[in-house]
């Protein structure tokens, strides 16, 4: 077969790593070799997110280098893929760069697609014109997803299952249910399968993904199926040790049987991303959140009387339109009670075509939004510091995902062994010194030293 090449640029979400993964074992299927720069390669697919405007400028740079790039070689065929793809559809092929725009619910195509414009010189456009009205394509996302997951190695040992696609909650700020749709959820049946086979091809953790993970429901015609019922489902499966799934919003239906389910088997990770955004009730309402920083709080309250020691992350969107000071102090209230392990903090951008953007103003100055950010990460840098203290001295099953970012620049004196990067169930990140064979396996560590973010020991056995 003639030698083609292709380079994968992804940006964004746990969702468009998997894409990403997906493609690339369908191109790698399909006859492609992988590069790791556009110098060597026929084709160069970008993953695109829609969610910050940073990340579309980043996209658009991207685009504006392969512009001139493609002066030099005309040849070199570009695709855009995921939710800018979905958003700007036409707009985006008209980029002189562009060849292809492909939308989530086409990738499937997306390895043809690019075959076909190898060697010619025209563009194709293939989203979903509809995207209120998904069904069409689900049984080949389908197949898509369960085929090209087994062969997908990002991380030894893990694999990531997509539960359900799209989102029901239209918050005001988020773009993601117009470019992914309403829920569409996968069927407990597809699902266990696919789980299956990867604890067949050494998959040791799996996380099941979804926007709102613990809105799922799957009904075939004998039961409403729901997250907890496929937790049980999947501590069933063979071979498979660790189960984690992200993201939750925060809602009271079906949250006491996923903790249980929990406690029930020590397989279902002690772990929950739940997304608070603000910790003020005129801002949460605003945002168009179905829950008081109140509410909030008393789920947790409630997670935790159930699951003593479950680990929380958190998400907060600072300097949200018309946040006062006295709004931001209520989400540093919120973070100082919630004692999460750690979150994740966004300053407020505003995005095309959703609700915040048609009828509010982006009042906040970039300066105020910055220094939110930057106090309300504080906060959390201090109880994240506390929680990690109490570590030190324990032992904890770490599953290894590889070498550390700075085992290069880290090395301990008369230590020959690399040092590796593993998580904990509760999601703690654990640095230490071992073989790297133990990527994809368990391994027991010591804990010695701790950081706010990261937890740092020795092997124990
Ligand atoms: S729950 Fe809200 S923030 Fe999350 S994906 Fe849906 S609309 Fe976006």
């Not at 075959?115 to 563009?123: C, D, L, S, W």
């Not at 945002?287 to 680990?311: F, Q, S, W």
Request: hydrophobic residues 40%.
């Amino acid at each position: 077969m003639e030698d083609r090449s292709v380079h994968i640029k992804s940006f964004g979400c746990q969702m468009n790593k998997l894409d990403a993964g997906l493609v690339a074992s369908a191109l790698r299927d399909a006859g492609f070799r992988l590069t790791d720069g556009v110098k060597d390669a026929d084709a160069v697919v970008i993953n695109t997110c829609s969610v910050r405007q940073h990340a579309e400028d980043r996209v658009l740079s991207n685009l504006g280098h392969l512009k001139h790039l493609k002066q030099h070689r005309p040849g070199l065929v570009v695709a855009v893929i995921g939710c800018m793809a979905q958003r700007l559809g036409g707009t985006l092929l008209e980029h002189e760069a562009v060849d292809i725009v492909c939308g989530p619910a086409q990738i499937p195509q997306l390895a043809d697609l690019i075959t076909e414009a190898i060697g010619r010189h025209e563009k194709h456009l293939a989203v979903t014109e509809k995207i209120r009205f998904p069904g069409a394509d689900d049984a080949a996302l389908d197949d898509f997803e369960s085929t090209y997951s087994i062969r997908d190695k990002q991380i030894p040992g893990q694999a990531f299952v997509r539960v359900m696609r799209g989102c029901n909650y239209f918050c005001t700020y988020c773009v993601v249910p117009y470019v992914r749709g309403p829920e569409a959820c996968r069927s407990p049946r597809a699902i266990i399968e696919q789980t299956r086979r990867l604890a067949d091809a050494g998959v040791r953790q799996v996380t099941f993904l979804g926007q709102t993970v613990n809105s799922y429901k799957y009904d075939d015609g004998r039961k409403t199926h729901s997250l907890a019922d496929l937790l049980d489902m999947a501590t069933e499966v063979q071979g498979i040790e660790w189960i984690k799934f992200v993201t939750s919003y925060p809602r009271d239906e079906y949250y006491k049987d996923i903790l249980l389910a929990m406690v029930d088997s020590p397989k279902v990770c002690r772990y929950l991303h739940m997304p608070a955004q603000s910790g003020s009730d005129r801002v949460l309402r605003a945002m168009n959140r179905h829950y008081t920083a109140g509410h909030y709080l008393e789920m947790l309250e409630r997670a935790r009387a159930i699951v003593p020691d479950i680990a929380v992350a958190g998400d907060f969107i600072v300097g949200f339109p018309g946040e006062t000071e006295e709004d931001f102090q209520a989400t540093v209230d919120l973070v100082r009670k919630a004692r999460y392990r750690n979150c994740f903090v966004f300053k407020y951008s505003p995005r095309p075509g959703t609700a915040a953007d048609k009828r509010l103003t982006d009042t906040i100055p970039d300066d105020v939004k910055q220094k939110r950010n930057v106090e309300l990460l504080a906060v959390q840098k201090q109880i994240s510091d506390e929680l990690s203290r109490d570590f030190l001295g324990r032992d904890v099953t770490v599953l290894v995902e590889g070498l550390s970012k700075k085992s290069h620049v880290n090395p301990v004196e008369g230590e020959d062994r690399p040092q590796l990067m593993g998580r904990t169930s509760t999601d703690h990140i654990v640095v230490f010194n071992g073989p790297a064979s133990l990527a994809g396996r368990f391994a027991q560590v010591h804990i010695l030293r701790a950081s706010p973010l990261t937890l740092f020991g020795e092997l124990s056995v």
